[in-house]
Structure formats: structure tokens, C-alpha cells
């Protein structure tokens, strides 16, 4: 995240010169010189010029949603070209919705077996994406969303939801009910264990998850989540969700994540 990216190119007609303190600052350099040659009826050059070029933010962002939508390992990759072109450092690779687990795990198959229609990432793709991302200088921050958004979760592990199943993939867009059981703490060991699968295909010190659009109603029907959220002195089910994140959140730090969600957790 702190990477240096800044590069100084000069051209002149003695010939063309980059400057970088980094690798990444080498390939932003190299794609500015791309966009730089022109051509007329005798041939193609480079105009002369001097340019000392660092990125204004440090998160330059892309976010793709092959939860909703599958996309290809192919598709993935030309996306990563394209990002590269236009100097964007990080794939926001939203991974898990209620139409669709996208990614397979050896710790609880179920995932992708039951929740994805068999539309999924392998190991060895996602390790070949991030490799592919990488050497673009490019990081890659997944997304699996909790507590809400997680119907699919919930088509191979009904235990871990806050109403009985048995749960089917959405086939529509919206805002659903599902959502991760706070009160149980087989939820927190469920998640952990997938944390600790998953970051071994995940090398970057992000992790996001999601958190938005949680409406509440399967916390507010069962009566054993309700005693729960009154017995830690939770006012409603807003602070239930803020409960449930810092969880979330500590078992992510334990495996050398930040976790990073949508604005309604805060």
C-alpha cells in the first residue's frame, strides 16, 4: 500500500531517460512512454519532454463483482491490462453475494460446490490472478461479504445463518434477509477457519467485508439473538452489526488483515 510509485521521464533528442526508486515506478513510467508515441507521414517519435509524475492517492481502485456476475479468469486478466494502462494500482475483487460464492475452498467445499452453479475460481486461478495482477503492479484486495449479502454462504452451511434454511441462490438483484447468525460462536470459528484458508491465496494486508445493507430481520425474529443482543447491552441491531465487525475484525488481525467494509459500518 505505501509503495513508491513516482518516476521521472525526460525525452530529448540525445534519447530517453526514466527514473524510478521502484519497480512499480518503473512500469508507470513505461506506460506514459507507451502514450507518448506518435506518428505522422514520416514515421513514428517521441515529442520531447520532462515529466516527474506521482499518483495523487495512494488507492487508485477498480471494483469487479463476480459475485453477481461471473466473469472468466480471461476476462479478469484483460481487465488487469486496462487497469495497468490507466495506471490503476488495486482489483477490488468482490467475491461472494447472495447469487453466488465465487471462490473454492478445500476447508468447507460445500461453498462452492453448492453456491456457485459451479461458476468459481480455482486455487490455482486466483493464485495465477494475483501473480498476473502483481507483476502489473497491481494488488488485489478481496471482498466476502458479512454479516449480510450472504445467501450463498448459507446454500452449504444453513447453520451458520440467523433463521433455519433450507437457503437457495438469489436469482434476482435486492436487498435479502440472510444474514451471518451474531450470537453463535460457531459463526466466529466458521469464519476463522475460512480466514485462514483464504489468505494463503490473498497476500494483501487488506481484507474487505462488505457489511452493507443489512437489514436486520432475521436478528430481530429470533428470540435467542435478541436475548443475546440485550444481554451484551446492545441497543438495537445496528450496534449488534457493530458487535459482530470488531469479531470479524480481531480474527482478521490475527491473520495480518485490516479489515475495510462499506461506509454503513461505521
Same mark, same amino acid.
Given at each position: 500500500?505505501?509503495?513508491?510509485?513516482?518516476?521521472?521521464? &525526460?525525452?530529448?533528442?540525445?534519447?530517453?531517460?526514466?527514473?524510478?526508486?521502484?519497480?512499480?515506478?518503473?512500469? $508507470?513510467?513505461?506506460?506514459?512512454?507507451?502514450?507518448?508515441?506518435?506518428?505522422?507521414?514520416?514515421?513514428?517519435?517521441?515529442?520531447?519532454?520532462?515529466?516527474?509524475?506521482?499518483?495523487?492517492?495512494?488507492? $487508485?481502485?477498480?471494483?469487479?463483482?463476480?459475485?453477481?456476475?461471473?466473469?472468466?479468469?480471461?476476462?479478469?486478466?484483460? &481487465?488487469?491490462?486496462?487497469?495497468?494502462?490507466?495506471?490503476?494500482?488495486?482489483?477490488?475483487?468482490?467475491?461472494?453475494?447472495?447469487?453466488?460464492?465465487?471462490?473454492?475452498? &478445500?476447508?468447507?467445499?460445500?461453498?462452492?460446490?453448492?453456491?456457485?452453479?459451479?461458476?468459481?475460481?480455482?486455487?490455482?486461478?486466483?493464485?495465477?490472478?494475483?501473480?498476473?495482477?502483481?507483476?502489473?503492479?497491481?494488488?488485489?484486495?478481496?471482498?466476502?461479504?458479512?454479516?449480510?449479502?450472504?445467501?450463498?454462504?448459507?446454500?452449504?452451511?444453513?447453520?451458520?445463518?440467523?433463521?433455519?434454511?433450507?437457503?437457495?441462490?438469489? $436469482?434476482?438483484?435486492?436487498?435479502?434477509?440472510?444474514?451471518?447468525?451474531?450470537?453463535?460462536?460457531?459463526?466466529?470459528?466458521?469464519?476463522?477457519?475460512?480466514?485462514?484458508?483464504?489468505?494463503?491465496?490473498?497476500?494483501?494486508?487488506?481484507?474487505?467485508?462488505?457489511?452493507?445493507?443489512?437489514?436486520?430481520?432475521?436478528?430481530?425474529?429470533?428470540?435467542?439473538?435478541?436475548?443475546?443482543?440485550?444481554?451484551?447491552?446492545?441497543?438495537?441491531?445496528?450496534?449488534?452489526?457493530?458487535?459482530?465487525?470488531?469479531?470479524?475484525?480481531?480474527?482478521?488481525?490475527?491473520?495480518?488483515?485490516?479489515?475495510?467494509?462499506?461506509?454503513?459500518?461505521?
Amino acid at each position: 500500500p505505501d509503495e513508491d510509485e513516482s518516476y521521472r521521464l &525526460t525525452v530529448t533528442s540525445a534519447g530517453t531517460e526514466l527514473e524510478a526508486a521502484t519497480v512499480v515506478g518503473g512500469l $508507470r513510467g513505461l506506460e506514459t512512454l507507451l502514450q507518448l508515441v506518435s506518428g505522422d507521414a514520416s514515421g513514428f517519435y517521441l515529442p520531447e519532454a520532462v515529466m516527474s509524475d506521482r499518483p495523487r492517492f495512494k488507492w $487508485r481502485g477498480l471494483l469487479v463483482d463476480a459475485g453477481r456476475h461471473f466473469m472468466p479468469p480471461e476476462m479478469i486478466r484483460r &481487465t488487469l491490462d486496462g487497469m495497468a494502462m490507466v495506471k490503476l494500482n488495486v482489483l477490488h475483487w468482490h467475491l461472494s453475494e447472495d447469487q453466488g460464492f465465487r471462490v473454492e475452498s &478445500t476447508r468447507y467445499p460445500r461453498l462452492h460446490r453448492l453456491g456457485s452453479d459451479g461458476n468459481y475460481y480455482t486455487h490455482t486461478q486466483i493464485r495465477e490472478i494475483v501473480s498476473y495482477a502483481r507483476d502489473r503492479g497491481i494488488r488485489v484486495v478481496p471482498e466476502f461479504d458479512m454479516p449480510g449479502h450472504s445467501t450463498s454462504w448459507f446454500v452449504g452451511y444453513p447453520e451458520h445463518a440467523s433463521a433455519p434454511g433450507p437457503y437457495q441462490i438469489e $436469482r434476482k438483484f435486492g436487498v435479502f434477509d440472510p444474514a451471518f447468525d451474531p450470537a453463535s460462536e460457531g459463526t466466529y470459528a466458521f469464519i476463522e477457519g475460512f480466514v485462514a484458508e483464504m489468505v494463503q491465496l490473498f497476500p494483501d494486508p487488506f481484507w474487505h467485508i462488505g457489511g452493507d445493507e443489512v437489514n436486520g430481520r432475521q436478528w430481530s425474529r429470533n428470540p435467542r439473538i435478541v436475548r443475546f443482543r440485550r444481554a451484551q447491552g446492545l441497543k438495537d441491531n445496528d450496534a449488534l452489526q457493530a458487535w459482530f465487525n470488531r469479531r470479524v475484525g480481531r480474527i482478521l488481525a490475527r491473520h495480518g488483515r485490516r479489515l475495510v467494509g462499506w461506509d454503513e459500518i461505521l
